[in-house]
């Protein structure tokens, strides 16, 4: 005698196998666009740390300020030497994105 799956279990396992390759492309391309490229890096600190700890994190990380973001506790660095991102984060950084989406933190002025 032999088993066959239902035609339902059979769109279940389908469907289950779509959304895990789905899954993994949306990881996949996320963590390409956020991964610091160009030695560029928009650093991000704790909210509630002092204003001027997202400085002595880059510098403790052998990078340089480039711009700041309008917010205390983020800023946009720079450096040449590889392993710039591991660096922050051993520095203390909360988070280090790519730097070209800086733009997500700056603050607008209302007229």
Do not use: H
């Not at 991000?44 to 740390?49: A, C, E, K, L, Q």
């Amino acid at each position: 005698m032999q088993l066959t799956a239902s035609p339902r279990s059979n769109l279940l396992t389908q469907a289950r196998i779509v959304g895990i390759n789905l899954a993994v492309i949306v990881v996949v391309l996320s963590a390409a666009a956020i991964v610091p490229r160009n030695g560029q890096a928009l650093v991000i600190v704790s909210p509630w740390s002092n204003p001027e700890r997202v400085i002595t994190v880059i510098a403790d990380a052998g990078g340089s300020v480039m711009n700041g973001t309008g917010s205390p506790y983020a800023a946009i660095a720079y450096s040449d030497k590889p392993g710039f991102a591991v660096r922050l984060f051993k520095s203390g950084a909360m988070l280090v994105l790519d730097g070209s989406l800086a733009f997500f933190c700056r603050s607008t002025s209302s007229p």
